[in-house]
């Protein structure tokens, strides 16, 4: 597939990927700084995509219903009508396919940004992002870049059962070469993809199609196009002093809920939303448990292999002295993803879960 682009990064070239793809075409509280504007997280990633393809030509975005439809969750919206399609390029369903081209097209000097209808169909490309995307630096000894974005709802949305609900986070997390962010705000959601469009190395780009739609406080600095957040700095969400509470995604909101419970309670918890998976913010991470002195981690994933299994080892191998309690981890059932919705909402985390895990590690309470 990568011999279909050439080494001139021309508009020739993605003319010439449009018209193959064309030929087989089957559709398919918070902290802020402050401000009286709110903007949804969807607006906040279809503007950035917005800026970074106006800014630098060799940005295109590739994906099923990208284009015509405005994309399956209106995160493309307009973007074809703007850039045409020899830049917002509609595929046919298969990942594997439209994947490798993107990362052959990146071989060769383009910026390609594409969007999976949702991370459970990544697998299909999973070769091309792990094999391909995620190694060629290494294994050509610094000669190739594969500045590319995989991009697309990750984890539980609502009643679309065990085959849509997965969280991918750890499985890419585990793996060198790539860098994995997972926006929580909109203003994560702008800064971050800026970053990762900007970035020379592959970044898989988690988003949560049940966040898509909320509003959140943006500030003037973070409407400004040159906007970009840092990639492996976590943020503190909320400042406390009994416990830390790490979260990423829509878990963020979840552990907010929680320190506002905990709080009346008299316990002060300090939530750090982690943005990025890797490389993940250890430092941050071990300051804070080295205030708190107590550690709750809280994903939507599996619990084996998980994320927070990841922070808890970190915390124990460069922290333990300073731990007053066991970590605690709240994660998403050990089953695949029920359809039923009332054992969906047993299977993932809920704000009362992450209440009791901090009062357990606070040793307030028997449960």
Known sequence: MSGIIGRTMTSRKISALNQFLMGSRVFASRTYSSSAKEMTVRDALNSALDEEMSADPKVFVMGEEVGEYQGAYKITKGLLDKYGPERVLDTPITEAGFAGIGVGAAYHGLKPIIEFMTFNFSMQAIDHIINSAAKSNYMSAG?????????????????????????????????????????????????????AIRDPDPVVFLENELLYGESFPISAEALDSSFCLPIGKAKIEREGKDVTITAFSKMVGYALQAAEILAKEGISAEVINLRSIRPLDRPAINASVRKTNRLVTVEEGFPQHGVGAEICASVVEESFEYLDAPVE???????????????????????EDIVRAAKRACYRSST
């Open 329 to 351: 981890r709240i994660t998403g059932a050990d089953v695949p993803m029920p359809y039923a919705a009332n054992l969906e909402r047993m299977a993932v985390p809920q704000v």
């Open 143 to 195: 000669q190739i870049s594969v500045p590319i974005v995989f991009r697309g709802p990750n984890g539980a949305a609502a009643g679309v059962g065990a085959q849509h609900s997965q969280c991918y986070a750890a499985w890419f997390g585990s793996c060198p070469g790539l860098k994995v962010l997972a926006p929580y705000s909109s203003e994560d959601a702008r800064g971050l993809l800026k970053a």
